[in-house]
């Protein structure tokens, strides 16, 4: 798989602080669904949705969308890009102080990662999928193996924060922890050091889901 050696950061549009649904009606609505259409993400969805993942919260650069134990914040989040508009196919990493992406690589992974994911299909269906990884060092040296209780904890916070901003931005999403991990990394091209907690694919329903709910 070939890394992209110019890595020239891809600003995300301003992500918007005030919606048109209250959080009682997103968490209402939030299923785990498992059937996306073609339809393509904008750039200001993707934005809503990694800033709702980890994005700056506070004043001066510091606080974060989801609590993070030491203030360590050992969670790193990488997408697959399939289909988002304005934005070419590839893997990229989401770099939380500029709210921007850096490329990875280039082309479609979704079919790989898919596979790495026990062979769950509907997750090459999807245009977006987000991938939580986590450096477990980060937080470990000073929590020692609570740490990693609490790193799983911070990714169930993350991955609710992700699926409760798709509803309200009139998308769905279903979060994964069935997957090889050497795979993934594979798939991914994390870092040795990090290891994938959570895949959560996002994108539009078919056309059946809406009419059944």
Request: positive net charge; hydrophobic residues 40%; charged residues 25%.
């Amino acid at each position: 798989m070939r890394r992209v050696k110019n890595k020239t950061m891809i600003n995300l549009p301003e992500p918007q602080k005030r919606g048109r649904m209250s959080v009682e009606e997103a968490i209402n609505k939030r299923r785990s669904v498992r059937d996306f259409s073609a339809q393509a993400l904008s750039l200001q969805d993707l934005s809503q949705l990694l800033w709702a993942a980890q994005g700056i919260t506070g004043e001066g650069g510091f606080g974060r969308s989801c609590p993070s134990a030491g203030a360590l914040y050992p969670l790193e989040i990488y997408v697959v890009v399939k289909n988002i508009n304005g934005l070419e196919r590839g893997i990229y990493s989401y770099v939380v102080f500029q709210h921007g992406l850096e490329p990875v690589t280039k082309g479609d992974y979704s079919e790989e990662l898919s596979d790495a994911c026990l062979s769950q299909v509907f997750i090459a269906q999807a245009p977006l999928v987000i991938s939580i990884s986590a450096d477990y060092e980060r937080i470990t040296w000073k929590y020692g193996e609570r740490g990693i209780r609490y790193i799983w904890i911070e990714a169930g916070h993350c991955g609710q924060n992700i699926s409760l901003q798709a509803v309200s931005l009139g998308l769905v999403s279903v979060p994964i922890g069935a997957f090889w991990d050497r795979e993934v990394k594979k798939v991914l091209c994390i870092p040795q050091n990090f290891d994938p907690v959570y895949v959560i694919p996002v994108g539009y329903p078919k056309e059946k889901y809406k009419r059944r709910n």
